[in-house]
């Protein structure tokens, strides 16, 4: 079973930055796809960025260039640096690493992490 803890959430102004971080509890290869979701109230669930495997990465179209996901620590942890946050942001954050049996998918999911962009 994979733990996943994330990190860095909180309240910040509009135009400011925020750095999330999601770190593995037991062993995870780089080839596992780690990613970040979020999920404002009363909406879906919606990927912001995934790191996919090497240096591919992909981001949800709201992100225009905002947002830079990257891993770190041979793979375990995810970070999500995030700039020039707007209110349309504010949601809970959560972390997911999923990988591929050969078969179908396994995900593993973070408890979330909220992010409030208020003045």
């Known amino acids: 079973q994979v733990e996943l803890v994330e990190s860095g959430g909180g309240m910040v102004q509009p135009g400011g930055s925020l750095r999330l971080s999601c770190a593995a509890s037991?062993?995870?290869?780089?080839?596992?796809?780690m990613a970040w979701y979020r999920q404002a109230t009363g909406k879906q669930r919606e990927m912001v960025a995934a790191h996919i495997y090497g240096n591919e990465t992909k981001y949800g179209d709201f992100v225009k260039g905002r947002f830079t996901i990257s891993r770190a620590n041979a793979g375990m942890t995810v970070n999500l640096q995030m700039n020039n946050l707007c209110p349309e942001d504010t949601a809970v954050y959560f972390c997911n690493a999923r990988h591929w049996t050969g078969t179908s998918w396994v995900d593993y999911w973070g408890q979330g992490t909220p992010v409030t962009v208020s003045s």
């Open positions: 037991t062993n995870i290869f780089d080839f596992w796809v």
